[in-house]
């Protein structure tokens, strides 16, 4: 069983973000992240909330305690560093969600299901779509997108009057780059956060023509406000 001394906490990064991490024999084994993200209380309220992403054991470490001892140093830490608030996305069909409850985490919403990707381009192509088709203003435009999904391949779009295509390799011309998870991209999609929530809780990144943003911003903003409004 390795000792405390080979559970580490990385340097908080420029974002606010660390890594925790417990290595054996110098390699890391067991992990997560950490880092701050709004959450808003009511109309008006809002706290930093500790977002805790990227939890993961090697298959051959685990049963071992590494996790439990991983994620009490990341309590810890939080605590040290003036958090008050600590959440995570999860399912009750994972091991680790009764580890979680051992820490204190409760289930605040039972309306999200545990998605795979299988096929990124396609999801992207589809999802895009349907967001053209609500929305004149991104019909209106001529657009080059490279949609960077985590731990995927790389997925280049074009977006032209009502059609959505996926492009076999990179354009010369670029307009919006767009890094973010696959349930971060899901939850666009599902009504679940806005762009710009999701910007201001560092769960994407983007660069790129500003007008271009804020143009797929507002399209996602007039396509989930029919299911919310129901």
């Known amino acids: 069983m390795p000792s405390d001394s080979e559970i580490t906490l990385g340097p908080k990064r420029s974002d606010g973000w660390r890594k925790v991490s417990a290595e054996v024999g110098g390699k890391d084994v067991s ?3 950490y880092g701050p ?8 309220a809002a706290v930093t909330m500790a977002c805790i992403g990227g939890v993961g054991t090697d298959k051959q470490h685990r049963r071992r305690g590494l996790a439990r001892r991983v994620f ?3 309590v810890a830490s939080m605590q040290g560093e003036g958090y008050t608030v600590a959440g995570l996305f999860t399912s ?3 091991v680790a969600h009764r580890l979680y409850r051992r820490f204190g ?3 605040v919403s039972s309306g999200r299901i545990a998605y795979k990707v299988l096929d990124p381009a396609t999801l992207a192509r589809r999802s895009l779509s349907s967001l053209v088709q609500q929305s004149p203003e991104l019909g209106r435009r001529r657009l080059a997108l490279r949609l960077c999904f985590e731990r995927s391949r790389t997925v280049y779009l ?10 076999s390799r ?3 011309r670029l307009d919006l780059s767009l890094t973010m998870s696959h349930t971060t991209f899901l939850q666009l999609f599902d009504s679940g956060i806005g762009l710009s929530h999701a910007l201001g809780a560092k769960l994407v990144q983007w660069s790129g023509d500003a007008g271009a943003f804020d143009a797929l911003a507002k399209a996602i903003a007039a396509f989930q406000r029919p299911v919310d409004e129901e």
């Open 170 to 172: 990179a354009p010369r």
């Open 105 to 107: 985490f409760v289930d």
């Open 92 to 94: 009750r069909r994972l």
């Open 37 to 44: 993200a709004k959450v808003h209380v009511g109309r008006h």
């Open 72 to 74: 009490a140093r990341a």
């Open 158 to 167: 074009k977006i032209e009057g009502n059609d959505v295509s996926v492009l």
């Open 31 to 33: 992990h997560l992240y």
